[in-house]
């Protein structure tokens, strides 16, 4: 799948043309964005593409650290890029004194539990839960039983992450990293027995299902419990030179996946260890963001960023340089969804000019205006507006009562809400 690069070679003249591509200028965007050999190659002008590979590798090695894992060793190089972003996440998605991303307090805990659905749904998806987002939302919103292996892999998803906000401020333990796998696998694996145990075997690959060949081969299990061990103590304690934070984060991500150490579930494991990491950490936008769903639709890039990582003498940055991409566009995504809600919002807000109509009740009749077919639930009002189960109730009783909504009849106890045929004849008379 991925082009092997050229064996380094050193000789005298490769110091030199470092200095020279670094002096020219040539060597920042190939280390901003990271290029592999596949890129770099083509990028040659004066020289031949194994010599400019030479120097680039040497600048690499000579300004990159090490991180040991039982007995292998990785490197990574901060870069210009890196050190940039990171400077930007500090600022908005961590610290202690508040954020200007115009998230009302009263809102917080709503847009949290969206984000946790969000994260939920396209981390199982990319592992092959095949549903679509708005059946997997109501799923949830209205807490049904899942109905199938698709739809217990994204509740299963969406209770391992509220677990780890509950317990975000705790360190991690192997003990623990079984608990997340088994919330996370729980019935959707082939053999039940899986379910939060590390493998005993080395009968697992990762394999390029198109072709069938094998891209990874994990560590013997017989290493595990090494493997495992470090990878705890990489994250509950501060390594001897400084590792930022984040940086820090992305390496476990990476880690879980490379160390493979579950049957199945492991790419989920990773993300979620991602996220107990951030967290831990101070980093409590990180609720707020949706870094799967980014990873869903750059799975190639995900999967390569792995792939230039192990072919390429171990180097992370392969994969700090993705991770941290993913991370400012699931930034940016928080951000328009912000904009759109707070939209939304001031959108409802002309429904609360009609009597008796309360803040919560003008966005259940804007639901209902822009989505006409829309069957909503009293677990789905509970979930959206996080009010108790008389409240939401009251709510839409109400809006029946006005004329707005009417109720059918799903079994012999439980009520669904629709839109009214009266509905656009009365906000005519409300002149709206």
């Not at 698709?150 to 705790?170: D, L």
């Not at 879980?256 to 790419?267: A, K, M, Q, V, Y």
């Not at 991409?325 to 609360?352: G, H, P, W």
Request: proline residues 3%; hydrophobic residues 35%; aromatic residues 12%.
């Amino acid at each position: 799948m991925i082009e092997k690069p050229p064996k380094q070679k050193q000789d005298d003249g490769t110091f030199s043309l470092m200095v020279k591509l670094q002096f020219e200028g040539t060597l920042k965007n190939i280390q901003d964005e990271y290029l592999y050999w596949d890129k770099i190659k083509y990028k040659i002008k004066d020289n031949k593409p194994e010599e400019f590979w030479n120097a680039i590798k040497l600048y690499r090695m000579i300004k990159s650290n090490t991180v040991t894992f039982g007995k292998y060793n990785f490197r990574y190089m901060i870069t210009d890029y890196m050190q940039r972003a990171l400077h930007q996440f500090d600022m908005h998605i961590g610290g202690t004194l508040g954020s200007n991303t115009g998230i009302a307090e009263t809102d917080k805990t709503k847009f949290i539990l969206s984000s946790i659905t969000e994260e939920a749904i396209s981390s199982s998806q990319m592992e092959g839960a095949n549903t679509t987002r708005k059946k997997a939302k109501e799923m949830i919103q209205q807490e049904q039983k899942p109905k199938n292996r698709s739809e217990q892999m994204i509740m299963n998803n969406f209770i391992t992450m509220k677990h780890i906000v509950q317990y975000k401020n705790e360190e991690i333990t192997p003990e623990k990293i079984l608990y997340i796998h088994q919330l996370i696998s729980n019935k959707t694996l082939d053999n039940s027995e899986d379910e939060g145990k590390f493998r005993d075997n080395d009968e697992v690959y990762v394999v390029n299902h198109v072709n069938s060949e094998v891209v990874h081969t994990p560590p013997p299990s017989s290493e595990l419990d090494e493997l495992i061990t470090d990878l705890c103590n990489f994250f509950n304690h501060e390594s001897e030179n400084f590792i930022h934070p984040i940086i820090k984060g992305c390496i476990i991500h990476f880690m879980t996946g490379w160390i493979h150490p579950f049957t199945d579930g492991n790419g989920r494991t990773a993300r979620a260890l991602f996220y107990w990491y951030m967290l831990k950490n101070g980093y409590w936008m990180t609720e707020y963001l949706s870094i799967s769903r980014i990873i869903k639709d750059t799975k190639n890039q995900y999967e390569k960023a792995y792939l230039y990582t192990e072919i390429d003498d171990n180097d992370l940055s392969y994969f700090l340089t993705y991770h941290i991409q993913t991370m400012e566009k699931a930034y940016d995504a928080l951000k328009e969804y912000i904009s759109r809600k707070q939209k939304e919002v001031f959108q409802a807000a002309r429904f609360m000019k009609i009597p008796f109509v309360n803040e919560r009740m003008a966005q259940v009749l804007k639901i209902v205006n822009d989505d006409p077919e829309r069957i909503l639930h009293i677990k789905e009002i509970e979930k959206r507006f996080l009010v108790s189960n008389f409240t939401a109730r009251t709510d839409l009783k109400m809006l029946v009562e006005l004329g707005f909504l009417e109720i059918i009849q799903v079994n012999k106890k439980k009520q669904a809400f629709i839109k009214s045929g009266k509905f656009e004849e009365i906000l005519k008379q409300q002149k709206l």
